[in-house]
């Protein structure tokens, strides 16, 4: 017979994957002004559509703010949860944990490549 979790252990599970979700889109949407248009540009897609890629511009910094801080809080959550739970004895699945320090990576991966692109684009293009 399964045992259902108490609601202490169960809200973290969601809070970690909000966490993650929110720092992915975060993150996405902060390179959609700048990364995404160029990244696509060099897959070969091309249009004027790509030029309404640029209207989250005025917002990419706040967007950034966001993603550091739900990354910041989402790694911190899935350390301090994983102590917790594993000191109880019921560790969560590795696959779980796998998934959301994926997403953090990827998400981290973004906002790094963010802060660093406007010092890199000039070197490509010159």
Request: contains cysteine; hydrophobic residues 50%.
């Amino acid at each position: 017979m399964a045992q259902e979790l108490p609601v202490e252990q169960a809200s973290p599970r969601r809070w970690t994957g909000s966490l993650a979700t929110g720092s992915l889109l975060g993150a996405v949407g902060a390179s959609s002004c700048c990364v995404l248009p160029v990244a696509l540009f060099a897959l070969g897609a091309t249009g004027p559509w790509i030029g309404a890629l640029t209207a989250l511009t005025p917002y990419q910094p706040y967007l950034l703010g966001i993603s550091v801080l739900a990354i910041a809080l989402g790694v911190f959550e899935l350390r301090r949860r994983a102590r917790i739970e594993c000191a109880g004895g019921a560790c969560v699945s590795p696959r779980r944990r796998l998934v959301a320090k994926a997403a953090f990576g990827v998400a981290a991966g973004l906002v790094m490549l963010n802060l660093v692109w406007p010092r890199v684009l000039p070197l490509l293009f010159s």
